[in-house]
């Protein structure tokens, strides 16, 4: 059974401060890597994602990934209340056109 | 964009009625999708489909089928609806890796929250 792990949350920060979001993933043939944002009553929308060892950078967002210690992390820089949602973490496999959701992390910035 | 749209946003049915759950996209994506999302589960596959005509299975697809007609339209169907399907579903499309260049990328649907009573 693959899994992603997630830490749960709340995690709160203030706004401007990094939030640093993690993910942990079981397959060792997992090749892509992806972050996905919900809002509170919305469906889950796509804001990173990655596929090879090191960092990508989109804006105020930053992906990372170690596939040794099969680990993907999010850095969201100058967080705002904007960014307060649940994040998502999905990993696809080398065989499956399907994803594998972690539970989510809640993220909430206070003004 | 892509766009995958869900039929109805909102519906209230009864225990044992059957109930259709419409998905469509205009992306010509081959692959589509269907999840449920609950509180404190996260999200989970019940049915995908490759191609038309074509379907699998996914983690959880006891009391559930699935159509695909036509590559645009993926249909989830619960064949006598149970108050344990009370959940928020989810319709997903992704282009096959080699012409997406990026591979697996889900688009999703607003979804649709279905309330058993």
């Known amino acids: 059974q693959k899994e992603v792990e997630q830490n749960s949350g709340p995690l709160s920060v203030p706004e401007g401060a990094i939030a640093s979001l993690n993910c942990t993933y079981s397959?060792?043939?997992?090749?892509?890597f992806f972050w996905y944002r919900q809002y509170s009553g919305k469906s889950p929308e796509l804001i990173m994602s990655?596929?090879?060892?090191g960092d990508k950078e989109d804006g105020r967002f930053t992906a990372q990934l170690n596939k040794a210690s099969q680990y993907v992390s999010l850095l969201i820089r100058d967080s705002q209340p904007s960014d307060s949602a649940t994040y998502l973490c999905?990993?696809?496999?080398?065989?499956?056109?399907?994803?594998?959701f972690g539970k989510g992390t809640m993220l909430l910035v206070s003004p | 964009d892509v766009k995958v749209t869900q039929s109805s946003r909102y519906l209230v049915k009864r225990t044992g009625e059957k109930v259709f759950l419409e998905c469509v996209q205009d992306?010509?994506?081959?692959?589509m999708f269907w999840y449920r999302q609950d509180p404190g589960l996260g999200l989970r596959l019940i049915y995908f489909?490759?191609?038309?005509?074509?379907?699998e299975k996914g983690d959880i697809p006891e009391g559930y089928s699935v159509s695909r007609e036509k590559k645009e339209r993926f249909s989830l169907i619960l064949e006598s609806a149970s108050t344990n399907q009370t959940s928020m579903y989810l319709c997903?499309?992704?282009?096959?890796?080699?012409?997406?260049?990026?591979?697996?990328?889900?688009?999703f649907g607003e979804g649709s929250r279905l309330t058993v009573l």
């Open positions: 997903a499309s992704s282009a096959p890796p080699s012409r997406q260049g990026r591979t697996g990328e889900l688009f």
């Open positions: 397959d060792r043939g997992s090749q892509s």
């Open positions: 990655i596929y090879s060892n």
């Open positions: 999905a990993v696809k496999d080398s065989g499956y056109s399907t994803l594998t």
């Open positions: 992306m010509d994506h081959e692959n």
């Open positions: 489909s490759y191609d038309v005509k074509m379907k």
